[in-house]
T-cell receptor, first 109, second 110 residues
Framework: SQQGEEDPQALSIQEGENATMNCSYK?????LQWYRQNSGRGLVHLIL?????REKHSGRLRVTLDTSKKSSSLLITASRAADTASYFC?????????FGTGTRLLVSP | DVKVTQSSRYLVKRTGEKVFLECVQD?????MFWYRQDPGLGLRLIYF???????EKGDIPEGYSVSREKKERFSLILESASTNQTSMYLC?????????FGQGTRLTVV
């Protein structure tokens, strides 16, 4: 399986704190994507980082990519209760869109 | 507003039944995917299609088949449903840079 892995599996923080999630993958990539899933729903695209980029920002999101280590991280700054969700990284390998195992984030007021 | 629509939100079927899960997208995407999601296992790819009438096995195709007769529609078929196919099923279509998901079908096989 080409499925990537994410850690931690679960993360619990207080509002206002930063949340960092890590993702590892197994194949060469053109880009890596991060998605968010609210409980029992489909996934929503958050941000894409290309293989020739090392860091990308979008609002309170910061993504880094290290292709030599085949890893990426997602940082959510100044978290809010509404950020509570599961977060997944994804990449295309051999035409397949492959997801990691996900990180469950709980932000408490 | 782009959209991927799955035919059912919740479905209960009996063991041995033939089950059809339908997915329709309105973005003219060539790539479409079916995943199942189970606690602790993330999203696992069942089948995908990169063109009409084309299909490729994902990581867990056993017990499933698919049909892509039209570009906008990708159907997942459980030939003979079993209790271990109880799961959340997610359909997606994608461009090269972003995937769009349906709302998911929670299938229970009893």
């Amino acid at each position: 399986s080409q499925q990537g892995e994410e850690d931690p599996q679960a993360l619990s923080i207080q509002e206002g704190e930063n949340a960092t999630m890590n993702c590892s993958y197994k194949t060469s990539i053109n880009n890596l994507q991060w998605y968010r899933q609210n409980s029992g729903r489909g996934l929503v695209h958050l941000i894409l980082i290309r293989s020739n980029e090392r860091e990308k920002h979008s609002g309170r999101l910061r993504v880094t990519l290290d292709t030599s280590k085949k890893s990426s991280s997602l940082l959510i700054t100044a978290s809010r209760a509404a950020d509570t969700a599961s977060y997944f990284c994804a990449h295309v390998g051999f035409q397949k869109l492959v997801f990691g195992t996900g990180t469950r984030l709980l932000v408490s007021p | 507003d782009v959209k991927v629509t799955q035919s059912s939100r919740y479905l209960v079927k009996r063991t041995g039944e033939k089950v059809f899960l339908e997915c329709v997208q309105d973005m003219d995407h060539e790539n479409m995917f079916w995943y199942r999601q189970d606690p602790g296992l993330g999203l696992r790819l069942i089948y995908f299609s990169y063109d009409v009438k084309m299909k490729e096995k994902g990581d867990i195709p056993e017990g499933y088949s698919v049909s892509r007769e039209k570009k906008e529609r990708f159907s997942l078929i459980l030939e003979s449903a079993s209790t271990n196919q109880t799961s959340m099923y997610l359909c997606a279509s994608s461009s090269n840079t972003e995937a769009f998901f349906g709302q998911g079908t929670r299938l229970t096989v009893v």
